[in-house]
């Protein structure tokens, strides 16, 4: 790798050679905002159930009026009904909401639980069931969300530190960086490169933005990855990308071109200065992606027809909502037959869905 020789004086930098990413502007008050708004939506209900478990009264008369249950993306699973209930003479009513992760496939069943220090605190049983699993689900949510967003605000602090610094003239030394990423769009070149194989190495990355045809000034290759010239600026926290007309740097015309002699040679020993290219895209033939879309709508029957199966064979209970409607939605035989596996073991129960005779209770 050729060598990059700089006067031996204090030399400033360009203060925009280091960017924030446009997305951190965007996504850390919405990351903030979620996990805030997790924390408000969540917590109180967790502090009641916990104060509730300390000492808890089950109410066998209470009503749970609307009880519904929603699960979402397989794991996430939310609660809701309203209580309704009598206790010391008095009635008290409460909308209660939780939320927990569960694989679970069926109905919940649930009574009313109240606070015997605080009988306004009222929750259904399967809040407290769930209690431990509800306040590690919120807390690893809530630090992850708030870790996240506080990570994004100390990054884009030491991005703003590092631009203050690079106002003032300081020692540089080149480094080497990784490219690890970059993209041109509107005559934009936006470059991540990571400080990671130098000897110093800090392994942090930075965020560039190149414009009017600058190139960054590519020394080689550290895998599939090209590598870079960048300096570091005194005691900043972050090495500064270098173009390939070293621009970046305040310098005269004739230590410019002195300081890019050497790369001049290697480039023409190498027909030509390397550049960033973007790796050509693989294409997928049409009769290749007919395949990949049939091949998932064949998953989907498979796995529909599969959940039909054991919902009317197998499944412990006949009000299994998937399942209801699947079965509904047969061609009359065979929603007849799943029908007839489903009364063979529910018959002296109430029919489902999809399986009701013009009552809407008894079994066609």
Not at 115 to 130: C, Q, R, V, W, Y
Not at 184 to 189: A, E, G, P, T, Y
Not at 195 to 221: C, F, Q
Not at 252 to 276: K, Y
Request: hydrophobic share 45%.
């Amino acid at each position: 790798m050729p060598e990059l020789s700089l006067p031996r004086r204090p030399l400033r930098l360009a203060p925009d050679v280091i960017s924030t990413p446009r997305a951190y502007y965007w996504s850390t008050p919405i990351i903030l905002a979620l996990c805030v708004f997790l924390l408000v939506w969540e917590g109180p209900g967790v502090l009641r159930d916990f104060t509730i478990s300390q000492n808890p009264v089950l109410i066998e008369d209470g009503d749970v009026q609307n009880g519904r249950c929603t699960t979402r993306k397989a794991i996430f699973t939310d609660c809701e009904a309203r209580l309704v209930y009598s206790y010391g003479g008095k009635d008290y009513a409460s909308d209660v909401e939780i939320m927990f992760v569960d694989f679970h496939v069926g109905d919940y069943e649930t009574g009313l639980v109240i606070s015997s220090d605080h009988p306004e605190l009222a929750t259904m049983s399967l809040g407290l069931d769930k209690l431990w699993n509800r306040i590690i689900t919120l807390t690893l949510f809530v630090l992850f969300l708030g870790g996240l967003g506080l990570g994004m605000i100390f990054l884009s602090l030491r991005i703003w530190r590092v631009r203050g610094q690079l106002r003032h003239p300081a020692t540089l030394v080149p480094v080497p960086v990784e490219i690890a990423a970059f993209d041109r769009k509107r005559n934009i070149l936006s470059i991540t490169y990571n400080d990671t194989i130098a000897d110093d190495k800090t392994k942090r990355s930075a965020y560039t933005r190149m414009r009017n045809g600058e190139e960054p000034l590519i020394v080689g290759a550290n895998g599939t990855k090209p590598v870079a010239l960048a300096v570091r600026h005194g005691n900043t926290a972050l090495p500064v990308l270098l173009d390939d007309r070293l621009m970046r740097i305040e310098l005269t015309d004739a230590e410019r071109a002195e300081a890019l002699l050497p790369f001049e040679r290697a480039a023409d020993e190498h027909d030509g200065r390397p550049l960033l290219v973007e790796a050509p895209q693989k294409t997928v033939s049409i009769w290749k992606r007919l395949q990949i879309v049939f091949g998932v709508l064949l998953l989907i029957v498979v796995g529909v027809v599969g959940f039909w199966l054991w919902y009317v064979l197998a499944s412990d209970t006949q009000f299994q909502s998937p399942g209801m409607n699947i079965n509904n939605m047969m061609p009359a035989p065979i929603n007849e037959w799943g029908c007839d596996q489903l009364k063979t073991r529910f018959g002296d129960q109430r029919a489902p869905f999809g399986c009701t005779a013009g009552d809407y209770t008894s079994w066609k």
